[in-house]
Each structure stands twice: as C-alpha cells, then as structure tokens.
C-alpha cells in the first residue's frame, strides 16, 4: 500500500492544556542552563586574574550579568503568572502571555552572551577590535537562529 507523503506544514490538533504544559516545560528547559551561566559569571569577579582585566570590560561583565538576570526573571516569569494569574487554567492568554515572555527573554540573554564573549576575547587577547568583530559575529549568529530563521520558515508556512 503506497503511504502518502507527510507535509511538514501540516498542524496537528493539540489541546490548549497539551500547549500549555509544553510552553511552560520549554522555559524551564532553558532556566538551568542561564542559571549556570549566571553563576559562572558571579564567581569570575572572585577570581585572582579579575583584576587584570581591561575597565571596559569590567563595565562589559557587569552589563552582562544584569542581562542574564534579566533574562532569568523573563524565563521565569511564564511559570509565576500561570500560577498567580490563571491557577488551574490553560488559556489562549497563557499561550500568548508566556510565548512572549520566553521570546522576550531571548534578546537579553543573546546580549549578556555576546558581553561575556567579548569579555572574554578581550581578555585572551587584548585586541578591542578582534573582540568586538567576534561578539557581533556571535550576535549575528543568534539572530540568525532565535529570530529571523524561525520568522521565514512562519512566512513560507502562510504562503
């Protein structure tokens, strides 16, 4: 018997409890990994050879921090107004709401990483302009990635 052939654009029926579990579960994926991330940026400041890097780039380091707790209180968020706002609920609102806080979360967390790159380049290698060129490369890369890839693929699945 022949199979037909699968669309990859094709939805599949998913109940708003289902989507809503899988939103929420998708955040707290992500926290773990920004969390050790902001912990290794808190040690560093405690770390013998802190003091020999550049002013820049303490002033870099601390804007990264800021970011990535920023991007924690984002990420953390979908959870907290789910219980808060709509205990119990699964809504087209929590859908929105936490869809936008996880995405929200995206460009500071995209940010506090290509600081902490730059950060770290200009450590390794004291050149202001090898730094910066690798940290916008990075930043291109995660733009690419987290936005303008998944964008087109939504405008080609409307067509």
């Known amino acids: 018997m022949p199979t037909k052939p699968m669309d990859d654009r094709a939805p599949e029926s998913e109940s708003l409890k289902e989507e809503a579990a899988h939103i929420i579960e998708e955040a707290r994926m992500v926290l773990p990994g920004i969390q050790a991330l902001f912990g290794f940026q808190?040690?560093?400041?405690?770390?013998?050879?802190?003091?020999?890097?550049?002013?820049?780039?303490?002033i870099f380091h601390l804007a990264s921090l800021i970011l990535i707790a920023l991007a924690i209180a984002l990420i953390m968020a979908p959870a907290s107004y789910h219980r808060l706002a709509e205990p119990g609920l699964a809504s087209r609102r929590l859908i929105r709401v936490t869809s936008r806080l996880i995405?929200?979360?995206?460009?500071?967390?995209?940010?506090?990483?290509?600081?902490?790159?730059?950060?770290?380049?200009?450590?390794m290698t004291?050149?202001?302009?090898?730094?910066?060129?690798?940290?916008?490369?990075?930043?291109?890369v995660f733009i690419s990635a987290w936005f303008v890839f998944p964008l087109t693929v939504r405008r080609w699945n409307r067509k």
Do not use: K, T
């Not at 995405?103 to 450590?123: E, R, S, T, W, Y």
């Not at 090898?130 to 940290?135: C, T």
């Open 126 to 140: 004291a050149n202001l302009y090898l730094s910066m060129a690798l940290a916008l490369s990075l930043l291109c």
């Open 42 to 58: 808190m040690i560093a400041v405690f770390n013998q050879r802190y003091v020999e890097l550049p002013p820049i780039g303490n």
């Open 103 to 123: 995405c929200a979360a995206m460009i500071p967390l995209m940010l506090g990483l290509m600081l902490d790159i730059f950060v770290v380049c200009l450590f």
